[in-house]
């Protein structure tokens, strides 16, 4: 069974430019994460789906980021406009609903984004 | 609020010797405890996890962690590291549904 699918996987954008990134969770998993993950730092949520809602996104920067997930499968991430400091890996995962978030979270590889 | 602290950032071992990642975390309430491994150009795998019962949970591949309520802590051990074991380290507890991070340890195991 094919993981977390993301892509693109590397992205390098001039600053001001939008950009968008794709993630296809496991089949099945109602529960779909995105990360920020800043060089040398853990993981940081960005935004909680349980199918097509988003139920956590008090870490989403709202005035440059938004995301979608139509039909509660794939989802796709926004910057418009980027900036210097977006540089970062941007992880999707993807997890089975459970209570208190007991379930495991699978990962995709990531999308590293570059902002010149 | 909850946090989770990683007290290094990074481990040098030899190969076959052993090794600790510690963890310590902060929370009035229970909660639930993660390791997870990235290695280079990959996405993070769960490792282990303690959600409830023994204290003491494994891994297939030789880790273990220990939950110590009193400590807060969740170090992770293995006894003999292979080269095999170079990867980042990430702790990480789980309240409401998110997982919260620490900052990571690279474990570098050299010949």
């Known amino acids: 069974e094919a993981g977390v699918v993301q892509s693109p996987r590397y992205k390098i954008i001039e600053k001001k430019q939008p950009v968008a990134f794709w993630c296809n969770p496991i089949?099945?998993?109602?529960?779909l994460y995105w990360y920020l993950q800043n060089l040398g730092q853990g993981p940081e949520l960005l935004i909680r789906y349980e199918n097509e809602e988003a139920v956590d996104d008090s870490q989403l920067p709202k005035d440059r980021f938004s995301a979608e997930r139509l039909k509660g499968v794939d989802s796709t991430l926004k910057i418009q406009p980027a900036e210097l400091g977006d540089s970062a890996v941007y992880l999707c995962?993807?997890?089975?609903?459970?209570?208190?978030?007991?379930?495991?979270?699978?990962f995709g590889q990531g999308t590293r984004l570059t902002v010149v | 609020a909850q946090s989770v602290t990683q007290l290094d950032s990074q481990v040098p071992v030899f190969e076959e010797a052993p090794v600790e990642l510690r963890c310590n975390y902060s929370s009035s309430v229970s909660v639930y405890l993660f390791w997870y491994v990235q290695y280079p150009n990959q996405g993070l795998q769960l490792l282990l996890k303690?959600?409830?019962?023994?204290?003491l949970v494994e891994s297939i591949n030789g880790f273990e962690a220990e939950f110590n309520k009193s400590q807060t802590s969740f170090h992770l051990r293995k006894p003999s590291v292979h080269i095999s074991d170079t990867a980042e380290y990430f702790c990480?507890?789980?309240?409401?549904?998110?997982?919260?991070f620490g900052q990571g340890t690279e474990l570098s195991v050299k010949p």
């Open positions: 995962a993807s997890s089975l609903p459970g209570a208190a978030g007991d379930t495991e979270a699978f």
């Open positions: 990480a507890v789980s309240k409401g549904g998110k997982l919260i």
């Open positions: 303690y959600l409830s019962g023994s204290t």
């Open positions: 089949s099945g998993h109602n529960t």
